[in-house]
C-alpha cells in the first residue's frame, strides 16, 4: 500500500501571519512529501508494503533507522498540521479538568509548551501527551515520535528550522508564541483524549 500525502485540513494561508503561505507550500508540498516518497519506495516489495504506517513505525524502530525516519517524519508532519487551526479553539470540559489538574491553567500549560520548544537543543517535536488519564509535556528529537510508544499524544509542535525559518529567521520564540497563542486546535487535541487510542495517519 503506497501512502499518500495528508490533505492540509485548512487553506494554506489560513495560519497567517503565524506560519505564512510560502512556509506551508514548502513544508507540506517538498518536505512531508519527500517523506513520504521516501517511506513508499523503502517499503515497495517488502513485508512492510501492506502494514499500516504505524506498524512500520514500530517495526522498524531500532531495526532500519532510515525507514524509520521517514516513516515517523511521515507521521509526525500529519499529525501537526491537524494540531494547528486557523483560529484556537477550545479544550473540552474533560481536557480542561487534565490541564488544570497537571499544569494549573491553561496559561500555564502553554508556557510549559514555548518554554520547552525554544529550549529544545537542534531539530525536534513538542508534544502534549497522555498516559493513564495524566498529562504530560514531552520531547523528542529529530524524527523520533511518540506514534509507537505507551503514550497517546493529543499534540505537537515542529520546532525543525524549516517550520518557521522563512517567517521568522532564527527566532523560534516568536514562532511557537504566534502558533501556541493563536492556532492550537484544542479540539484535536481533545478528540484525541476521547478516543483514548492512537489517532491514525490518513
Not at 497537571?102 to 510549559?112: C, E, N
Request: overall charge negative.
Amino acid at each position: 500500500m503506497a501512502f499518500q500525502l495528508s490533505p492540509l485540513p485548512y487553506p494554506a494561508d489560513a495560519l497567517d501571519p503565524a506560519i505564512s503561505a510560502e512556509t506551508l507550500s514548502y513544508h507540506h508540498g517538498k518536505h512531508h512529501q519527500a517523506y513520504v516518497d521516501k517511506t513508499n519506495a523503502a517499503i515497495e516489495g517488502t513485508d512492510h508494503a501492506d502494514k499500516s504506517l504505524e506498524d512500520i513505525i514500530a517495526a522498524a524502530r531500532g531495526s532500519d533507522q532510515g525507514l524509520f525516519n521517514n516513516a515517523a517524519q511521515t507521521w509526525n508532519h500529519g499529525f501537526y498540521w491537524h494540531s494547528m487551526a486557523p483560529s484556537t479553539t477550545e479544550p473540552s470540559d474533560d481536557l480542561l479538568a487534565k490541564i488544570n489538574d497537571a499544569f494549573g491553567s491553561v496559561d500555564d500549560l502553554k508556557q510549559k509548551l514555548k518554554d520547552r520548544g525554544a529550549g529544545h537543543f537542534a531539530s525536534g517535536w513538542v508534544w502534549l501527551a497522555e498516559k493513564g488519564g495524566k498529562l504530560s509535556v514531552e520531547e523528542s528529537h529529530d524524527a523520533d515520535t511518540l506514534a509507537d510508544g505507551d503514550m497517546n499524544p493529543l499534540m505537537v509542535l515542529d520546532v525543525w528550522e524549516h517550520a518557521y525559518y522563512l517567517d521568522h529567521q532564527n527566532k523560534r520564540p516568536a514562532y511557537l508564541d504566534a502558533v501556541v497563542e493563536k492556532k492550537l486546535n484544542w479540539a484535536f487535541a481533545s478528540e484525541n483524549l476521547a478516543r483514548g487510542t492512537l489517532w491514525t495517519y490518513e
